[in-house]
């Protein structure tokens, strides 16, 4: 198993320089009635799982999702969940990866900020032919991993792709932010590189527009036409997620990541960050981070 570093966090992967884990649970336990598979917890990787046989339950967003056999849940970067067996013959196929780690680099930032308001959650119910489509890629991919036949490895790749399309076409993740940025936009990554490297600093929009040599205006208009949202609610979604990270990997206070992320006041912070992450600061931080 290889350790691979990117954007500042360590990945555990199933596979040598390829990002993704894989992982097969089909060893039915004795232990009857609910266990605890994971405690509430969040990662940067989008996450697949399937099961194959038994059942099991899933709490996320606050809500309980008995996932049986033949069916399968999509499980959005970032978002809080735990899971539960509720059979002995519990058999499940799990796939993690980080979707922008497999697509252009427009501005990894950018990208997540355009597919914000995505599904955090989405069941696939047994019987349709959404269902069966992810079913029998997820199969392939734990089958290609398993044999380690010749080239398994593009094969896996290629596979991945296959279910970034999927994702695409049943609209859990916005396509537009899958394509590379055109000609009109271009200007923008300026703008999105400069947000992203000093946005512990007071940014104005005066200075983001002479940037790029455009007035004011005719900035926030094309903002908006490209993302939907302004450029202040860009800068902040940076600062959230850049404290996101301070909040899980290290021990400083909210005081201190409010500063470190460039917010004018801790109580600004908060209301900021409950708006994007729906809790307080303080209850993030208890919440486990997974790393794989």
């Given at each position: 198993?290889?350790?691979?570093?990117?954007?500042?966090?360590?990945?555990?992967?199933?596979?040598?320089?390829?990002?993704?884990?894989?992982a097969?649970?089909?060893?039915?336990?004795?232990?009857?009635?609910?266990?605890?598979?994971?405690?509430?917890?969040?990662?940067?990787?989008i996450?697949f799982?399937?099961?194959?046989?038994?059942?099991?339950?899933?709490?996320?967003?606050?809500?309980?999702?008995?996932?049986?056999?033949?069916?399968?849940?999509?499980?959005?970067?970032?978002?809080?969940?735990?899971?539960?067996?509720?059979?002995?013959?519990?058999?499940?196929?799990?796939?993690?990866?980080?979707?922008?780690?497999?697509?252009?680099?427009?501005?990894?930032?950018?990208?997540?900020?355009?597919?914000?308001?995505?599904?955090?959650?989405?069941?696939?119910?047994?019987g349709?032919?959404?269902?069966?489509?992810?079913?029998?890629?997820?199969?392939?991919?734990?089958?290609?991993?398993?044999?380690?036949?010749?080239?398994?490895?593009?094969?896996?790749?290629?596979?991945?792709?296959?279910?970034?399309?999927?994702?695409?076409?049943?609209?859990?993740?916005?396509y537009?932010?899958?394509?590379p940025?055109?000609?009109?936009?271009?200007?923008?990554?300026?703008i999105?590189?400069?947000?992203?490297?000093?946005?512990?600093?007071?940014?104005?929009?005066?200075?983001?527009?002479?940037?790029?040599?455009?007035?004011?205006?005719?900035?926030?208009?094309?903002?908006k036409?490209?993302?939907?949202?302004?450029?202040?609610?860009?800068?902040?979604?940076?600062?959230?997620?850049?404290?996101?990270?301070?909040?899980?990997?290290?021990?400083?206070?909210?005081?201190?990541i409010?500063?470190?992320?460039?917010?004018?006041?801790?109580?600004?912070?908060?209301?900021?960050?409950?708006?994007?992450?729906?809790?307080?600061?303080?209850?993030?931080?208890?919440?486990?981070?997974?790393?794989?």
């Amino acid at each position: 198993m290889e350790v691979i570093k990117t954007d500042n966090e360590i990945i555990k992967s199933s596979i040598s320089g390829i990002p993704i884990w894989i992982a097969q649970d089909k060893n039915a336990k004795k232990t009857e009635g609910i266990r605890r598979l994971s405690y509430p917890h969040y990662h940067d990787e989008i996450e697949f799982l399937y099961v194959e046989n038994g059942s099991l339950k899933l709490i996320c967003e606050n809500a309980e999702h008995i996932i049986n056999a033949g069916e399968a849940v999509f499980i959005n970067s970032r978002t809080v969940h735990e899971t539960f067996g509720l059979e002995p013959s519990l058999c499940t196929s799990l796939i993690q990866f980080k979707l922008f780690d497999y697509l252009d680099d427009i501005g990894k930032n950018m990208a997540r900020f355009i597919n914000l308001n995505e599904l955090p959650f989405f069941k696939f119910n047994a019987g349709l032919s959404e269902t069966q489509e992810l079913n029998s890629i997820i199969n392939k991919i734990v089958t290609e991993y398993k044999n380690k036949s010749l080239a398994y490895e593009i094969y896996i790749k290629g596979m991945v792709y296959n279910l970034i399309g999927l994702l695409a076409r049943y609209n859990l993740i916005k396509y537009d932010s899958l394509m590379p940025i055109n000609s009109e936009n271009e200007r923008l990554l300026n703008i999105i590189e400069y947000i992203d490297k000093n946005y512990s600093e007071k940014i104005t929009l005066d200075y983001l527009a002479s940037l790029v040599n455009l007035n004011s205006e005719y900035l926030c208009r094309l903002f908006k036409k490209v993302t939907g949202s302004t450029i202040g609610d860009y800068i902040n979604f940076v600062r959230i997620s850049k404290a996101e990270k301070l909040l899980s990997t290290t021990d400083k206070t909210i005081s201190e990541i409010s500063m470190d992320t460039g917010f004018a006041s801790v109580s600004y912070f908060n209301r900021v960050f409950k708006s994007y992450k729906k809790c307080s600061p303080s209850v993030y931080k208890k919440i486990k981070f997974a790393q794989f």
